[in-house]
């Protein structure tokens, strides 16, 4: 297996089709913005978000033998990066999750210091398969959501 890292966020034909079958319970995307995606792709069936990628973040496509199996994407957000992940449906329970993910964090170079954070819907059907992946990755849960290098924050209001 082999990442790649994009410069921009793009999402392709496979993509878009995973997001179709499970957008709404694993990733909270409504039909409306499904549907601006498949308008957004055209012809070509390449969604290139030009103006939604920013430096910060790392887009990376999950390759083997050349082909696309999946994608971790981590967006920044104020003080942590957002983790979002999926394999795609005929390349699951191979292990590609799992190493893609630690392949991701090695490159990007977060896998020390930085905090990393990712959410599992109640509703995914895919809870117990990315638990196991972020635990075998050494995030921890807390709070309801799993985090990489947590870290507390202390506020205090006069």
Not at 49 to 75: I, N, P
Not at 85 to 112: C, H, I, N, W
Not at 142 to 155: I, Q
Request: charge should be negative; hydrophobic fraction near 35%.
């Amino acid at each position: 297996m082999e990442i790649v890292r994009q410069p921009i966020r793009q999402i392709d034909e496979i993509e878009y089709e995973h997001f179709k079958k499970y957008g709404q319970n694993s990733y909270g995307m409504s039909a409306e913005e499904l549907k601006g995606i498949f308008v957004e792709m055209g012809e070509e069936q390449v969604y290139s978000a030009d103006a939604h990628s920013y430096g910060e973040d790392f887009y990376y496509d999950l390759r083997v033998d050349g082909q696309t199996v999946g994608k971790v994407l981590l967006l920044k957000l104020a003080r942590v990066y957002q983790l979002d992940l999926m394999v795609f449906d005929p390349f699951k329970d191979k292990g590609y999750a799992t190493e893609g993910l630690r392949l991701a964090l090695e490159q990007s170079d977060l896998k020390e210091g930085h905090t990393v954070r990712a959410g599992i819907p109640p509703t995914s059907p895919h809870q117990e398969a990315v638990r196991s992946v972020l635990e075998k990755n050494g995030f921890e849960k807390r709070n309801g959501l799993y985090y990489l290098n947590f870290k507390k924050r202390y506020v205090i209001n006069h």
